[in-house]
């Protein structure tokens, strides 16, 4: 059975620190790893890795991944206040052909950045 | 930038209900999903949608829902008989082909609450 796990499941940190999250997967027909950031409501797309090796850079956020030993990090430096959210880890499977896609998520890592 | 709109943001219906949730993808996106999230749970995927046919679906995805693209632009989600158990937070999602440096675009989510 196809699954992705997040660690740690919740961290609080405060102002300036950095974090590294952490998700591992057995996914078959493994295809890319997305991450999200989920705030309120909808996941907001933050990163989308299909190589090994290739750090993902977006401001303060940074992202690579290990198709080997398929796991992925996610890592924030200098973290504020709003950084505060649930981080999901979703695999992209494509089971069957060209028009056969899913996203098969992880439980989240909930961050609280304090002050 | 574009969005993936979803109506109504929340609903509230009586067991054994009907229910249609309405979403507009991001308009060149061919590509169309519906994941579901039960409060305090994983997201989980439900079905995907490409060429107006279903081209994959989860476990979940039985025989009390359905999806449509009744015209060139919305998305829906019938749920015929609703259960306690479907009450959840359902968010429409589209993509490019499958992928694209910017993954999966996914709506503010509609709240569905079965009473």
């Known amino acids: 059975e196809d699954k992705v796990v997040q660690s740690p499941l919740s961290l609080v940190v405060h102002e300036g620190d950095t974090v590294t999250l952490n998700c591992s997967y057995e996914v078959t027909n493994f295809r890319s790893l997305l991450w999200y950031k989920q705030e309120k409501k909808a996941p907001t797309f933050l990163f989308m890795l299909t190589s090994s090796g290739i750090e993902k850079k977006s401001g303060r956020l940074s992202s690579i991944l290990d198709k080997k030993e398929l796991f992925s990090i996610l890592n924030i430096t200098a973290t504020q206040t709003g950084d505060s959210a649930v981080y999901l880890c979703a695999v992209e499977a494509q089971p069957r052909g060209d028009s056969s896609y899913k996203l098969i998520f992880g439980s989240g890592t909930r961050l609280l950045v304090r002050p | 930038e574009p969005e993936v709109t979803q109506t109504p943001s929340h609903q509230v219906t009586q067991m054994g209900q009907e229910v249609i949730l309405r979403c507009v993808p991001i308009s060149n996106h061919l590509y169309f999903y519906w994941y579901r999230q039960i409060l305090g749970q994983k997201v989980e995927f439900l079905v995907s949608f490409y060429n107006n046919e279903i081209s994959e679906k989860s476990e979940i995805f039985d025989d009390q829902f359905s999806v449509e693209r009744p015209d060139g632009s919305n998305f829906t989600l019938k749920i015929r008989s609703t259960k306690l158990e479907d009450s959840a937070m359902y968010f429409c999602?589209?993509?490019?082909?499958?992928?694209?440096?910017?993954?999966?675009?996914f709506g503010s989510g509609t709240r569905l609450t079965v009473v």
């Open positions: 999602a589209s993509s490019f082909k499958g992928q694209g440096n910017y993954g999966y675009t």
